[in-house]
């Protein structure tokens, strides 16, 4: 267990619900970073956080999906209108930053949308 | 362009050996590494890291070798136990500011008893 917290763990959804997940980083670590991994591969980057700031989006972030960490702390990640192919697990990570940063990964949200 | 790839997709060893995983990467300029192990339904745990100014870097079990003119990297694994068995993936920093990781396919290592 690293720390990070991630809720729900498992979403089964129908195409075109809304689905939203939850991150609870490690409490002192100041950046957040949402990643996306499908069957037999690595994760993808999706978006960073910088306390409540989001400073970087992949274009793999799709104007359905929208991150927030409004207070700095947790974050959300929703994804609007889903569709087949949002099917995949979602991960949380979170790192102090610096010269030796690294970063914690939750457990994930496995999310599958029939 | 640019990617971190893996040679293996799977190797299988038997406990006690020492295990080897590889790692290809083509962008010469990157100048940090790290090693992450994920077992089945959990996020990635990481191992081990190395930045491109050192060609070895040891852990408990675990050494990072970096070999930068063929830009390769790999993961030794000593004593290998059945608890090692996951998926290992090699991942490369590419953001600026920040650390925007770049993850490989990822190897599955199997350890017989």
């Known amino acids: 267990d690293t720390g990070v917290s991630q809720d729900p763990r498992h979403k089964i959804t129908k195409r075109g619900q809304n689905v939203t997940f939850r991150c609870d980083p490690i409490?002192?670590?100041?950046?957040l970073y949402w990643y996306r991994q499908t069957l037999g591969q690595g994760p993808e980057f999706l978006t960073y956080f910088q306390n409540e700031a989001q400073l970087e989006k992949s274009r793999l972030l799709s104007d359905r999906f929208s991150a927030e960490r409004p207070k700095g702390s947790f974050s959300t990640l929703e994804i609007q209108r889903t569709e087949q192919g949002d099917s995949a697990m979602y991960l949380c990570a979170s790192s102090l930053g610096g010269s030796r940063e690294t970063q914690y990964f939750g457990p994930g949200t496995r999310l599958l949308v029939l | 362009g640019e990617s971190v790839g893996l040679h293996l997709p799977t190797l299988s060893v038997q406990e006690g050996d020492n295990s080897i995983i590889n790692c290809a990467y083509s962008n010469s300029a990157s100048d940090y590494f790290i090693w992450y192990k994920q077992e089945s339904e959990k996020g990635p745990q990481f191992i081990i890291d190395i930045r491109s100014n050192m060609d070895k870097r040891q852990g408990q079990r675990v050494t990072v070798l970096l070999n930068k003119t063929v830009k390769h990297l790999s993961l030794q694994i000593a004593a290998t136990q059945p608890g090692d068995s996951a998926v290992y993936f090699c991942a490369e920093n590419k953001g600026t500011g920040f650390q925007k990781l770049v993850f490989g396919t990822g190897t599955r290592l199997l350890v017989s008893p």
């Open positions: 409490s002192e670590h100041n950046r």
